[in-house]
C-alpha cells in the first residue's frame, strides 16, 4: 500500500517569512494530492490539491509542487500570518482511499 | 447546508463498555470513512465503505466495527476489544474512492476512557 511520510514534524517561523512543508510517498500509482490545514480541536480543511498531470499550483500565498519522479511534493505558504498556524497534513491518493502523512504543526511568531 | 454531521462531540466510555459513534452526510457521497487521530501520528485509517452493506477494514480495524445500512449513515461502534480507545475521531466522505477528489471530515468525536 502507499506509504506517505511528511517533514518536518514542528516548523517555527517569523511573522512574514516563508514554510515549506515536503512530503514524499511510495506508490507511483498515486495520483492525486491534497493539503489539508486543521487548527487545534477542529476538522481537517482542504486548503489545495494538485492531481498527477500538474507540476505546480497556486491559490493566494499558498503553492504546491509535484515531482512525480521523485516522488515528491511541497506545500509553500509565503508572508505567512499567526492564522496559518495550525497541523498540515499532506495525502497520496491509494487504490481506495488517501494516505496521510503523520502532520507538520506550524507556528508562525508575531 | 450539506455536510457531514459527528455526534456526540465529546463520550466517556467505561472500561468493557461498547460505545457507537455517529455520523450522517447529506452529500450525496458513495465513499465514507473512519480515521483515528492520536497526537504525532497523524490519521489511520480505521474502516472504509465505498457503497452500501459494503465495507472494509482499514490498516487498524482491531476492535472496531461498523455498519452502512443506508448512504447518509455510517456508524462506528467502539468495542470493548478496542484496549486504547482513547482518541479523536474524525469521519469523512467522498464522491467516489480511488478518485481525484478529497474528502469532507465530520468535525470529529473525542472519546475518552474514564
Known amino acids: 500500500g502507499e506509504n506517505v511520510e511528511q517533514h518536518p514534524s514542528t516548523l517555527s517561523v517569523q511573522e512574514g517569512d516563508s514554510a515549506v512543508i515536503k512530503c514524499t510517498y511510495s506508490?507511483?500509482?498515486?495520483?492525486?494530492f491534497p493539503w489539508y490545514k486543521q487548527e487545534l480541536g477542529k476538522r481537517p480543511q482542504l486548503i489545495i490539491d494538485?492531481?498527477?498531470?500538474?507540476g505546480e499550483k497556486k491559490d493566494q500565498r499558498i503553492a504546491v509542487t509535484l515531482n512525480k519522479t521523485a516522488k515528491h511534493f511541497s506545500l509553500h505558504i509565503t508572508e505567512t500570518q499567526p492564522e496559518d498556524s495550525a497541523v498540515y497534513f499532506c495525502a497520496a491518493s491509494g487504490s481506495y482511499q488517501l494516505t496521510f502523512g503523520k502532520g507538520t504543526k506550524l507556528s508562525v511568531i508575531p | 447546508d450539506g455536510g457531514i454531521t459527528q455526534s456526540p462531540k465529546y463520550l466517556f466510555r467505561k472500561e468493557g463498555q461498547n460505545v457507537t459513534l455517529s455520523c450522517e452526510q447529506n452529500?450525496?457521497?458513495?465513499?465514507m470513512y473512519w480515521y483515528r487521530q492520536d497526537p504525532g501520528q497523524g490519521l489511520r485509517l480505521i474502516y472504509y465503505?465505498?457503497?452500501?452493506?459494503?465495507?472494509q477494514k482499514g490498516d487498524i480495524a482491531e476492535g472496531y466495527s461498523v455498519s452502512r445500512e443506508k448512504k447518509e449513515s455510517f456508524p462506528l461502534t467502539v468495542t470493548s476489544a478496542q484496549k486504547n480507545p482513547t482518541a479523536f475521531y474524525l469521519c469523512a466522505s467522498s464522491i467516489a474512492t480511488g478518485t481525484e477528489y478529497g474528502y469532507t471530515f465530520g468535525s470529529g468525536t473525542r472519546l475518552t476512557v474514564v
Open positions: 465503505s465505498q457503497i452500501v452493506n459494503d465495507f
Open positions: 494538485i492531481r498527477s498531470n500538474v
Open positions: 452529500l450525496n457521497h458513495d465513499a
Open positions: 506508490d507511483s500509482a498515486s495520483n492525486y
